[in-house]
């Protein structure tokens, strides 16, 4: 379990660490060109690991599996949107960061998925659990979020009076 507490702190690093870069870059080039610049490196990066994924594989030293065209079918539509989504979260993201900073970029972002993850738990609650059950859940939830932004919100009132 400790592995993958470690690897979440290590993706949470990565994720602020990416930010810097693309806002970055998006101040040299633009947020869409930044976005394109970095699907294009990551699909590199991905295609040349599973390729050598799949060369071990072959060789019997890992296990990997590929979906058959079955599997593909059985995918909702839907699903592929991840990827738009994806790739609109990179161009936001580097064209906000150089305009509000890095620290109220990720605390904002950060709130917008625990309220996007409150609602699906209120979603998920609501077909298996008493409305008093899941309030009791979600309002803490729902307050710290608010916290969060009223605190982001406060500090970049403070600075402008």
Same mark, same amino acid.
């Not at 979440?8 to 602020?16: R, S």
């Not at 870059?25 to 490196?41: R, T």
């Not at 309002?139 to 982001?152: E, F, K, R, T, Y």
């Given at each position: 379990m400790i592995i993958y507490l470690l690897? &979440?702190? *290590?993706?949470?690093?990565?994720?602020?660490?990416?930010?810097?870069?693309?806002?970055?870059?998006?101040?040299?080039?633009?947020?869409?060109? &930044?976005?394109?610049?970095?699907?294009?490196?990551?699909?590199?990066?991905?295609?040349?690991?599973?390729?050598?994924?799949?060369t071990l594989s072959i060789w019997g030293e890992f296990q990997i599996s590929l979906p058959t065209s079955l599997a593909w079918a059985e995918i909702p539509w839907f699903a592929y949107f991840g990827g738009v989504i994806g790739a609109l979260y990179v161009a936001i993201n580097s064209h906000i960061l150089t305009r509000i900073g890095a620290l109220k970029a990720a605390l904002l972002v950060i709130s917008g998925q625990m309220l996007t993850s409150v609602a699906f738990?209120?979603?998920?609650?609501?077909?298996?659990?008493?409305?008093?059950?899941?309030?009791?859940?979600?309002?803490?939830?729902?307050?710290? *979020? &608010?916290?969060?932004?009223?605190?982001?919100?406060?500090?970049?009132?403070?600075?402008?009076?």
């Open positions: 690897l &979440a702190l *290590v993706n949470g690093i990565l994720i602020g660490l990416c930010r810097a870069l693309n806002g970055r870059l998006s101040q040299s080039k633009g947020p869409f060109i &930044a976005s394109f610049y970095n699907h294009i490196v990551g699909t590199l990066i991905l295609t040349l690991l599973l390729g050598a994924l799949i738990e209120l979603f998920e609650l609501s077909h298996s659990a008493s409305i008093t059950s899941t309030l009791t859940q979600a309002l803490p939830q729902a307050c710290g *979020v &608010a916290l969060i932004i009223l605190g982001v919100y406060s500090s970049n009132r403070s600075w402008h009076e």
